[in-house]
């Protein structure tokens, strides 16, 4: 079974300021999906970035970048240049493609909150 | 590229009541839609998987019968909670598969902005 573990339950950062969200994932397929979603209080999941696990660059998508380890397991989402509306909960997510529906495994979040 | 709407984004209903939900997919086709609840400060619940054409495949726990879903072409999937009662208040979200039109991966999913309800 997949598992995404995200261990900070809140985050803070300061405006301008650059910061990582940490994920882990567990499994034991070798082709698997990364996600990255952003739910504001409005409630959308707004998608951020992907990354394939074949991929060798790191997936960057304006100012947020995913820094992945495939050999630690590790998927952290880096956002740069923080801004006020960044103020959300983070998702992290895994894609289970052996299920042949390509149903994701959500971890339990990270509330970012943005200074100014 | 890649939207995906909903409706109601709420609605609130006398108990006992059937309310149905509808998620389509805007500028894509999706084979694939999935439906989830969110309770509070949770994160998402898959409910089920639903797959334009076939029957819906349901999470253990989710009974198909309160919770029924018709998948009836590419950009459509409604999900009708039937008999409401005040526990099925939640937020219910759909998202869809579509492929590579979003600039994703094949399996990313983009998600509607979610149906807030609420049963009296």
């Known amino acids: 079974a997949q598992k995404i573990t995200q261990t900070q339950p809140g985050m803070f950062v300061q405006e301008k300021e650059a910061v990582t969200l940490d994920c882990t994932y567990d499994?034991?397929?070798?082709?698997?999906?990364l996600f990255w979603y952003k739910q504001p209080s409005s409630g959308e999941m707004i998608f951020l970035i992907y990354q394939g696990s074949y991929d060798e660059q790191n997936a960057t998508e304006g100012r947020y970048s995913l820094n992945f380890q495939k050999a630690r397991k590790s998927a952290n989402l880096v956002i740069s240049a923080s801004q006020l509306g960044d103020s959300a909960m983070y998702f992290c997510?895994?894609?289970?493609?052996?299920?042949?529906?390509?149903?994701?495994?959500f971890g339990k979040g990270t509330k970012l909150s943005v200074i100014p | 590229g890649a939207v995906v709407s909903q409706h109601p984004s709420w609605v609130i209903c006398k108990s006992g009541t059937s309310v149905k939900i509808e998620c389509r997919s805007l500028?894509?086709?999706?084979?694939?839609m999935f439906w989830y609840r969110q309770f509070p400060k949770q994160s998402l619940m898959l409910m089920a998987t639903s797959n334009e054409g076939s029957k819906a495949t349901y999470e253990q726990g989710v009974e198909k019968d309160k919770f029924l879903i018709n998948h009836a072409s590419l950009t459509l999937s409604t999900l009708t909670v039937t008999s409401a009662h005040p526990e099925d208040s939640s937020f219910y979200i759909c998202?869809?598969?579509?492929?590579?039109?979003?600039?994703?991966?094949?399996?990313?999913?983009?998600f509607g902005p979610g149906t807030r309800l609420t049963v009296l």
């Open positions: 997510a895994m894609s289970d493609s052996g299920a042949g529906s390509y149903q994701l495994t």
């Open positions: 998202s869809a598969s579509s492929g590579l039109a979003g600039g994703g991966g094949s399996d990313t999913q983009y």
């Open positions: 499994t034991s397929d070798q082709s698997y999906g």
């Open positions: 500028d894509f086709q999706a084979t694939t």
